[in-house]
């Protein structure tokens, strides 16, 4: 079969393919920004965004946590450690915050200093205290070391409107939550998380 390719292709043929070209602009190929020709002036495909996977799912854990908070009202809410021995809070803070942008419609942010002076812990105190004065609705997810080893973690503990103990099977000493409860008060401990 002999094709002319010198001759006038259908026009319906025509408008598909024009559709369908795919041009780079001068200088946003680099960045995967692509226009397409024949398309509406505003509409554009950004071939980061398409092509992105999609986002990993949040443990049920933290969807329940999160959830179980919502039925509170509350603007900042403290991880802490129930023992030395348990496992760092931080990851977990940064994983509530996450479903709380997912699911709250409002900024929630996570604070998880690697350490803590005296002028680190009146600082993180406060940013949990500003977080009830914002107009927005933000909240603040606000992980401490454990206070039985690093008690300066209180000063953000007591200015949180809750807190949940993180607990670890077969690590968390009970003694050791026993002092944590007794730190934090009891009546401000709204849950707990298995890590």
Known sequence: MDVDLAAEPDPLVARRIEAARVVAPAGQAEAGRHEMTG????????????????????????LELWFRLAQRTWTSVALVPADGGTTAAAPFA????????????????????????????????????????SPEGARVVVAVPPLVIEPLGTAAVQAADVVVLCIELGRTRLAGARRTLDLVGRERVVGSLLV
């Open 39 to 62: 398309a509406a002036p505003d509409m554009a495909f950004d071939a980061s965004k398409e092509l992105a996977l999609p986002p990993v799912a949040p443990a049920p854990e933290l």
């Open 94 to 133: 940064r994983s509530l915050a996450e479903v709380g942008r997912r699911l709250h419609g409002a900024p929630v942010t996570a604070i998880a200093p690697d350490e803590l002076d005296f002028a680190t812990a009146a600082a993180l105190a406060e940013c949990v205290r500003a977080a009830a004065r």
